[in-house]
Nanobody, 115 residues
Framework: VQLQASGGGLVQAGGSLTLSCAAS????????RGWYRQAPGKERELVAV???????NYEDSVKGRFTISRDIAWHTVYLQMNSLKPEDTAVYFC??????????WGWGTLVTVSS
């Protein structure tokens, strides 16, 4: 599975961005897709995940502000980010987990939120 994230950029606090993660390859074998982020000097952390059955889970600090969604064929997963804060500044990565437990990562996209 190959992943390509896009949609990052510079936005003012309170603004919105939508990230996209396009997948190719054995997409039919994917059972979960997620967004992670890594801020400077910090470890990579889970932001949001969406399962094959549509169940979603969010990191506490983004609940109510971010929404993860996907198209029906698993080709693209989105992360709608509203009410952005400077502490959301990070490189955002998408990943995909297949039925055999393999996790694939895409290149990150930088999100910078100015105060």
């Amino acid at each position: 599975v190959q992943l390509q994230a896009s949609g990052g950029g510079l936005v003012q606090a309170g603004g919105s961005l939508t990230l996209s993660c396009a997948a190719s390859g054995k997409v039919f074998d994917v059972n979960a897709r997620g967004w992670y982020r890594q801020a400077p000097g910090k470890e990579r952390e889970l932001v949001a995940v969406i399962m094959n059955d549509g169940i979603t889970n969010y990191e506490d600090s983004v609940k109510g502000r971010f929404t993860i969604s996907r198209d029906i064929a698993w080709h693209t997963v989105y992360l709608q980010m509203n009410s952005l804060k400077p502490e959301d500044t990070a490189v955002y990565f998408c990943n995909a987990k297949t039925n055999d437990g393999t996790i694939y990562w895409g290149w990150g996209t930088l999100v910078t939120v100015s105060s």
